[in-house]
């Protein structure tokens, strides 16, 4: 039997594509699916003696209500259904559970001498990334052709030199600037790079007429093998180029992220969810350039406005407890200085340490010297993703598919990321200078 709210809800989904999200009664995505007609898919599932499979009925009998999100076309709703399912992890989508991901260009630009190659997995890592598209010859098609246009590298080397010329044929056969042998200087090749970048940002269309002009002009001469290795190539480029967006609608995001706060605060035993939480990561190498990072989250998201980095100055060697230690004296005494509140910067309702027992007991040694006993503190263990408690509590294993878990990791994982990258700033600059002195 069809709920009065389920029938009303029929009435305005649109006859557009897009993907829709069932839910239960506690508000539990189950189900994750893509149409390109979504009042039509949509409509199937609940029409009276529909002849459904075992495990569709079963899925319809569980749902109380449904969302949906409109795309542009149908390669944009088979990457956002694929990359919800990914997230949510649905009861009911079992087939696509390990299913791979699709195939994605990444430019390091990071590099000396930057390159593109093909990935599975898009990272907050500071590269150029395009895509993930569902067809993998477009990726790879695109890439070789940027790769020979604006004579970028395939080797994989870190920094290209004369003995990996030795074993390359993009150079015989002019299709790559050749930086290991220093015909091409370090400022001109990130310039090519770049307007690779941009081209296929999709702010270059003009290249997209000049192949398909090359396509025309050799079909008109009867080199009908070139004309139709163009003819695929411009397909592929006009794929790549194209705007492909996977978004979570607004509402959508906000729901989970106010989901995940609530799990967050009755998992650790908070009288209210988190509305401000910071998180601490200590970054070093052997011991050296070691530092530290704060970041913030405010209703959930990422505040960067009030992220800081700290370079440890107490503590000789690797020791995150006591590094840890440090980072926080030094943050909760500069909370109290004149000016701190202007910054936003009050005492979180939260605070993570990423590690485990040592650097969490560390941490709250730190705030009890200052007389702070109202911050509550956990620590986040990178394992096994466990939460850690200091007052004799057990470990917390949240579900792998828990909001409160996605809180917590995406916060750790960008305190990783943004001590990661200071820690890397202060190393290149340790080395440009010791080259200058020698």
């Given at each position: 039997?069809v ?7 029929l ?12 839910r ?5 995505i189950?189900y ?7 009042r039509?898919?949509?409509s199937s ?11 569709v009925r079963s ?6 209500d449904?969302e949906?999100?409109?795309v542009?076309?149908?390669?944009e709703?088979?990457?956002?259904e694929?990359?919800?399912i990914?997230?949510?992890k ?17 430019g390091?630009?990071a590099?000396?001498w ?7 997995t ?6 150029k990334?395009f895509g993930p598209f569902?067809?993998s010859?477009v990726?790879?098609?695109?890439k070789?052709?940027v790769?020979k246009r604006?004579?970028i590298?395939e ?12 074993h390359?044929?993009a150079d015989?056969?002019r299709?790559?600037?050749a930086?290991?042998l220093g015909r091409?200087?370090?400022a001109?090749?990130r310039?090519?790079f770049?307007e ?5 940002a999709g702010?270059r269309p003009s ?11 050799a079909a008109?001469?009867?080199?009908y093998?070139?004309a139709?290795r163009?003819?695929?190539?411009l397909?592929?480029l ?7 967006f996977?978004?979570?609608p607004p509402?959508m995001?906000r ?5 995940g ?5 009755e998992?650790?035993?908070l009288?209210a ?9 200590i970054?070093?190498?052997f011991?050296?350039?070691?530092v530290?990072?704060l970041?913030?989250?405010?209703d959930?998201?990422?505040?960067k406005?009030?992220y ?6 107490t503590i000789e060697g690797?020791?995150?407890?006591r590094s ?5 004296r030094r943050?909760?005494t500069?909370?109290?200085?004149p000016?701190?509140?202007s ?7 939260l605070f993570i ?11 709250r ?9 109202d ?6 263990a990178?394992?096994q ?6 007052d ?5 294993l ?7 878990l996605?809180?917590?990791?995406r916060?750790?994982d960008e ?7 200071y820690?890397r ?8 200078d010791?080259l200058k002195?020698s």
């Amino acid at each position: 039997m069809v709920s009065e709210l389920i029938r009303e809800r029929l009435k305005e989904v649109p006859n557009r594509p897009g993907c829709y999200l069932m839910r239960d009664r506690r508000g539990v995505i189950i189900y994750v699916g893509k149409a390109k007609d979504l009042r039509r898919r949509v409509s199937s599932y609940f029409r009276p003696r529909a002849n459904h499979a075992p495990k569709v009925r079963s899925m319809v009998d569980t749902v109380f209500d449904f969302e949906w999100m409109t795309v542009k076309n149908d390669a944009e709703a088979l990457l956002t259904e694929a990359e919800l399912i990914k997230h949510h992890k649905p009861h009911f989508n079992i087939l696509m559970r390990d299913d791979k991901r699709y195939l994605a260009l990444r430019g390091d630009s990071a590099a000396e001498w930057p390159r593109f190659s093909c990935v599975r997995t898009v990272k907050d890592d500071g590269a150029k990334y395009f895509g993930p598209f569902p067809s993998s010859p477009v990726v790879r098609t695109a890439k070789d052709f940027v790769e020979k246009r604006y004579g970028i590298r395939e080797c994989k080397s870190e920094c290209p030199c004369e003995e990996d010329h030795r074993h390359c044929l993009a150079d015989v056969i002019r299709t790559c600037s050749a930086p290991c042998l220093g015909r091409i200087s370090n400022a001109e090749y990130r310039a090519r790079f770049e307007e690779a970048c941009e081209f296929l940002a999709g702010h270059r269309p003009s290249i997209l007429s000049e192949v398909e002009a090359e396509m025309r002009e050799a079909a008109e001469k009867g080199r009908y093998e070139t004309a139709a290795r163009l003819r695929d190539t411009l397909f592929a480029l006009k794929e790549m180029t194209k705007a492909h967006f996977v978004r979570t609608p607004p509402e959508m995001r906000r729901r989970n992220v106010e989901q995940g706060l609530k799990e967050l605060a009755e998992a650790i035993g908070l009288k209210a969810p988190p509305r401000f939480i910071e998180c601490c990561d200590i970054s070093n190498l052997f011991g050296t350039h070691s530092v530290a990072s704060l970041v913030v989250a405010r209703d959930g998201m990422p505040d960067k406005r009030l992220y800081r980095h700290f370079r440890i100055k107490t503590i000789e060697g690797a020791d995150d407890p006591r590094s840890m230690a440090e980072v926080v004296r030094r943050r909760f005494t500069h909370d109290a200085a004149p000016g701190a509140k202007s910054l936003g910067l009050q005492k979180p309702d939260l605070f993570i340490c990423d590690g485990g027992i040592t650097q969490l007991r560390a941490t709250r040694a730190a705030l009890a010297e200052l007389g702070i006993d109202d911050v509550p503190t956990v620590g986040l263990a990178e394992r096994q993703e466990e939460i850690v408690f200091d007052d004799g509590r057990e470990n917390l294993l949240l579900p792998r598919d828990s909001e409160a878990l996605f809180v917590c990791t995406r916060l750790r994982d960008e305190a990783h990321r943004f001590a990661i990258t200071y820690h890397r700033h202060l190393r290149d600059k340790d080395l440009r200078d010791r080259l200058k002195k020698s």
